[in-house]
């Protein structure tokens, strides 16, 4: 379970990165390791095609237990999507709000042309 101060001390420290901004592929991977330090798994799957084509992530689970989707939107279009495993329900504002944050980094998602993500 995560408390206030863990979620406003994750949310600074993303705020932090996306503030010193850089490589798009860095600034996303930077991301995921802060909140994978509250969550058993966290990805961004990207909208290719139509589709949902997993992204960088940290953690394992089963696919079929991904945990909760957050979108992430970019001019009202959905580009991809802010997964982490089994959040609290307390922890639905945090996770919202980053996907919102990082919305400009998940553009890189729609020329990936089908290459997988390496950590």
């Known amino acids: 379970m995560t408390s206030p101060h863990e979620r406003s001390g994750a949310l600074e420290s993303i705020e932090g990165i996306l503030s010193r901004g850089g490589d798009a592929d860095d600034v996303l991977r930077d991301v995921l390791a802060v909140l994978f330090q509250l969550y058993a798994h966290v990805a961004i799957d990207f909208v290719e095609d139509g589709r949902l084509v997993r ?3 940290l953690g394992s689970v089963a696919d079929d237990e991904v945990g909760e989707r957050y979108p992430v939107l970019f001019q009202g279009a959905k580009v991809a999507e802010l997964v ?4 609290e329900a307390d922890d639905a504002e945090l996770l919202e709000r980053v996907a919102t944050l ?3 980094y998940c553009l890189v998602g729609w020329d990936t042309g089908g290459e997988e993500w390496r950590a």
Not at 84 to 87: K, M, N, R, S, V
């Open 55 to 57: 992204g960088p992530a």
């Open 102 to 104: 990082i919305a400009p």
């Open 84 to 87: 982490a495993a089994w959040p």
